[in-house]
């Protein structure tokens, strides 16, 4: 099984990162990562009225990747109810991928699992709901298996609190699939 993890925390350490590294550990897994805080992709234009397909080589590089996934995983810190925005630009970068002449996207995304991975502050898991229905959408659009995903906690400081933590430990990554 190929993991992919993008990771969208705009800081090391990174609770969200913490809790993906965790849910990697407990299932013996390894995974390519992207931490889109290193990745620097260039910001979102919308030029698809030009069809300029130039990608440069980081989104060239995270599209490959994906293509060659079985399981995507996207973590992001929850950024005011919804995704950072080092996940939105990644995401907004779908537009141009999905309509990419060398790539046949949408067809090829069929039958990838994405699994959210959300860590904000408030145990209340309601305020990530608009983070987990825009990752769901957009993965559903793009004619992937959205999959429910996971909530975790964070603390100010950058680091998982113990019980999400150990929680994201018990989910078994070969039944996701
Ligand atoms: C700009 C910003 C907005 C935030 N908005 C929310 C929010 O809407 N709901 C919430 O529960 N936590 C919110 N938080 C807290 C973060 O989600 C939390 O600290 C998380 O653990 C950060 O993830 P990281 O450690 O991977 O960077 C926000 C933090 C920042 C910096």
Redesign the pocket.
Known sequence: MQILVVEG???T?????EHVEALLAANHATAQAFHLRETRLPLFVDARVQGDWNLGPALEEMLEAMLGADLIILAS?????SVSHLMKNFLDHWTYYLRHPKYQFTERMRGKKFYPVI????PDPA??APAFAAIRLSVAYVQGTPLPGFYG????D?HATAETKAAIEQVVLAELM
């Open positions: 925390s705009t800081r350490p990174s609770s969200t990162c810190p929850l950024y005011w109810y860590v904000g502050s408030d305020g990530a906690l964070g603390h100010r950058g």
